[in-house]
């Protein structure tokens, strides 16, 4: 009888080792994630523009009040009964704020049809220095007949893209998807 409660003390010792490393693995997790995420630049949405220590050319800075004229279009795949359209064609933007536009989809026909949109930048260059934060081509949207929603593209141009790209198009491809409709 003695040896059995002091192998449950030694257990329960044990085990109360284990949930301290367990709970202190757990704690280190969270720095150890944001270095992470930090290096790979994933979960980052806008850098910080704070100064890394490099000195830059005074040519190479592009003034934050220099706007960035912006133009929006869509296309739709043959054969799809969608009718998609931004409600704003052009619009200028400073660069590093924010900016919204919306696109109005219309399903012109009489069943159910789901489509997924694809993003082009022209420059193509300029999809580097464009953030998304929200946009309906993140995935697929089904559509029931004759319906209408509007969807909001919200994105940010760094302020790091090249003073060249003046003007970006943003133009998305939407196209159906087999399979996905109502039988």
Excluded: H
């Amino acid at each position: 009888m003695e040896s059995s409660r002091a192998d449950n003390r030694v257990l329960l010792l044990k085990l109360g080792v284990i949930a301290c490393v367990m709970f202190a693995f757990a704690w280190a997790l969270i720095p150890l994630y944001r270095v992470i995420c930090e290096v790979t630049g994933v979960n980052q949405l806008v850098k910080s523009d704070a100064p890394t220590g490099a000195a830059t050319m005074a040519d190479d800075v592009v003034p934050l009040a220099t706007p960035v004229r912006l133009s929006f279009d869509a296309t739709v795949q043959a054969g799809l009964p969608w009718q998609v359209r931004p409600l704003v064609r052009q619009m200028q933007a400073p660069r590093g704020e924010f900016v919204r536009v919306d696109y109005e989809i219309t399903n012109a026909s009489n069943r159910e049809v789901t489509g997924q949109a694809v993003p082009r930048y022209l420059p193509a260059a300029a999809g580097n220095y464009v953030k998304k934060l929200e946009c309906f081509c993140f995935r697929q949207q089904r559509f029931k007949p004759g319906e209408t929603r509007r969807f909001p593209v919200v994105f940010v141009i760094d302020r790091a893209m090249p003073a060249e790209i003046g003007e970006i198009t943003l133009a998305y491809s939407v196209f159906d998807v087999p399979g996905q409709g109502a039988p």
